[in-house]
């Protein structure tokens, strides 16, 4: 199987977790998700009162600079990991 579609189960796979992640988690995995498909994070940051926006985008931000690649293969790698954790 690709990375492409590896990558793409596994988006799928993370919405049939039978616990929700935690908050850390799931701004662990919109990080990764968003740096794998789209690069660098160029979006304008969320407004003061977007609490959860700006978490997103801060999350986001942080991987800056991270290939694509890179990105997909440590979220397929953490997505493994929380529904090894989950089962």
Do not use: T
């Not at 959860?52 to 999350?59: L, N």
């Not at 953490?78 to 089962?87: E, G, M, N, P, R």
Request: aromatic content about 8%; cysteine-free.
């Amino acid at each position: 199987m690709s990375l492409e579609n590896e990558f793409e189960e596994s988006s799928k796979k993370v919405h049939s977790l039978k616990s929700r992640p935690s908050n850390d988690d799931l701004l662990k995995l919109y990080s990764l998700y968003k740096q794998g498909k789209f690069g660098d994070n160029n979006e304008k940051k969320p407004g003061m009162l977007d609490i959860k926006g700006r978490k997103k985008h801060e999350a986001w931000n942080n991987l800056k600079g991270m290939e694509q690649e890179e990105a997909k293969k440590e979220y397929i790698s953490f997505v493994k990991q929380l529904i090894q954790k989950d089962s």
